[in-house]
């Protein structure tokens, strides 16, 4: 069956491509350094599972260390970039098939099954989907833009040197939020918002659990980290018993609460950091200075929708 | 108490430009010793837990295609159809790519858009283009950087506030189960309802600061 295991190794060949493309540059300075960090990456997705954890933890480590000491790799042009556009409006297939490859292959095999045959594991079908639309994607701009055959391997360099050591930070943080949720931040930080607010009225008791539904969420990096805990602590006990909110509201503007946190942290690195390094930003935080302003009227609003209609008729 | 320092370091970490993947590593290390977890079970967990999140890595598949596109042009092309249309200005594009993928969201189509598939080939290059009519007169890079820097946004903004109108969005199922454990059954639609009221702010809200930006662009241009 087609799952996660299968995924890891088909997301190790760019990473291994990148690796091998530099190890082949015998021009730069920095060549090891740069084989070493996506080598070591493409071990980790394609071998991982099969190796044990405490190796798999210095892998990671050798990477930030990599990282830190910097991989700044020589740049690759790209190899004939055409003055004039070579596919006209056809360029724009290729990038179209991939979210299109992606939906169908969500919607037609919604369970995994293929002809009756559990060929796909449920749970990974629309990451299966999203691989084969990559696969289709880059055959199609091949065949549409007939690269020399060095190309493919050389702009999956050049892209992944632009994004660099910032491709690993979403991984890297999902492991932080599990050593913080091992070591009990998370409790830590919910008792001290429900000691520090006076929770006397439906409107105070809102904006705790609004503005720490946001907080929260900054710290961990993930609403759906902070929902379970501050909802335990907050939303249930206090919004919802003691004062009669509507529990399909109160979870709703909560978790609202929580995607504007999101919008206004480093730690979801994957909204607001890597973007920037995709883009190629001179500021990492450009991303969330832009972000801000709206996030902070949109978790006021949260609060005034949940405190104004979020307890009609209930409230005691 | 103690436990918190990793926070502390992720923060002064941050605000001081060290490498991230540094300061989380020793945000990781700190919070654990605090709560007395020695160096090898840190390592071990941090391997454990970046392997079991390898799914993240699939997204980066589009790259090689993206790379390519770019190489025979989808940028400049992106950047001409733009062009040609008289009336598209940056927050115009921008607050059209915003509406369709908060539609779209809504539907349940969250994997159309994303910041490597539409935002860095297509999206920022037509915000872009809308501004740089002329060739011989290029953004500088402040504005170019500023006018990316919404292109990401949007994406962001439309997906999050969209997303949760759709009755099947992991958030959703969240909200279900967390209720049920304490005995309180919610009905998905009632739940997306609920999403609606910010659904509508987050466009008007966002959709006014696209449109002072057209106006801070204007007045930087004279």
């Not at chain 1, 060929?119 to 091949?142: M, N, T």
Request: charged share 15%.
């Amino acid at each position: 069956m087609i799952g996660l295991d299968a995924l890891g190794i088909a997301a190790a060949a760019l990473p291994a491509t990148v690796a091998i493309h530099h190890a082949l540059d015998r021009a730069e300075a920095t060549r090891w350094r740069n084989v070493g960090f996506w080598g070591v990456f493409a071990i980790l997705l394609g071998a991982g599972p099969w190796l044990p954890d405490l190796l798999n933890g210095c892998l990671v480590l050798a990477m930030v260390g990599l990282a830190t000491w910097g991989l700044r790799p020589s740049l690759v042009v790209s190899s004939d970039r055409p003055s004039s556009v070579r596919g006209g409006s056809w360029l724009f297939a290729p990038a179209l098939a991939l979210p299109a490859v992606t939906l169908a292959g969500t919607l037609l095999v919604p369970d995994g099954r293929i002809a009756g045959v559990a060929l796909i594991d449920p749970k990974q079908v629309s990451l299966v989907a999203l691989a084969l639309g990559a696969l289709v994607a880059l055959l199609l701009a091949i065949r549409l833009t007939r690269p020399p055959a060095t190309a493919p391997a050389a702009e999956s360099r050049r892209l992944s040197d632009a994004v660099g050591w910032a491709m690993i930070l979403p991984q890297m943080l999902a492991a932080l939020g599990g050593v913080f949720a091992m070591a009990g931040v998370g409790k830590v930080v919910a008792d001290g918002v429900t000691s520090v607010i006076a929770l006397d009225t439906p409107l105070t008791a809102t904006i705790a659990y609004c503005v720490g539904m946001a907080l929260f969420t900054m710290v961990m990096g993930n609403a759906f980290a902070a929902f379970p805990i501050m909802t335990a602590g907050i939303g249930l006990p206090i919004v919802i018993h003691r004062f009669g909110g509507d529990p399909a509201a109160v979870a709703a503007l909560g978790m609202l609460s929580g995607f504007c946190g999101t919008l206004m942290t480093p730690m979801a690195a994957n909204f607001n950091i890597v973007p920037a390094a995709i883009l190629e930003l001179r500021d990492r935080f450009g991303v969330i200075r832009v972000q801000w302003p709206t996030a902070l009227l949109l978790l006021v609003f949260n609060i005034a929708v949940l405190a104004a209609c979020g307890f009609s008729g209930r409230i005691s | 108490m103690l436990v918190l320092s990793g926070i502390a370091i992720i923060i002064i970490g941050f605000a001081l430009g060290v490498n991230p993947l540094l300061v989380v590593t020793v945000a990781a290390f700190a919070s654990a010793a605090a709560a007395g977890f020695g160096p090898v079970e840190v390592i071990a967990m941090i391997g454990k837990a970046f392997v079991s999140s390898r799914f993240m890595a699939v997204a980066w598949l589009a790259l090689p295609t993206i790379g390519l596109l770019e190489r025979a042009g989808l940028r400049e092309r992106a950047r001409d159809v733009v062009r040609r249309l008289r009336g598209a200005t940056t927050g115009r594009v921008l607050l059209g790519y915003m509406m369709l993928r908060q539609i779209t969201a809504a539907l349940g189509l969250t994997s159309l858009g994303g910041h490597v598939q539409m935002v860095r080939p297509i999206i920022a290059p037509m915000a872009e283009g809308a501004e740089e009519r002329d060739e011989a007169n290029p953004l500088d890079p402040e504005t170019r950087d500023h006018i990316r820097a919404h292109a990401a946004a949007v994406d962001n903004i439309g997906v999050f506030f969209g997303e949760d109108v759709f009755i099947a969005i992991g958030s959703i199922l969240l909200i279900r189960a967390i209720l049920e454990q304490e005995g309180i059954i919610v009905a998905p639609l009632h739940v997306a309802l609920w999403a609606i009221p910010t659904a509508i702010a987050a466009l008007l809200v966002h959709g006014a600061r696209l449109l002072m930006l057209d106006r801070r662009l204007k007045a930087r241009r004279r």
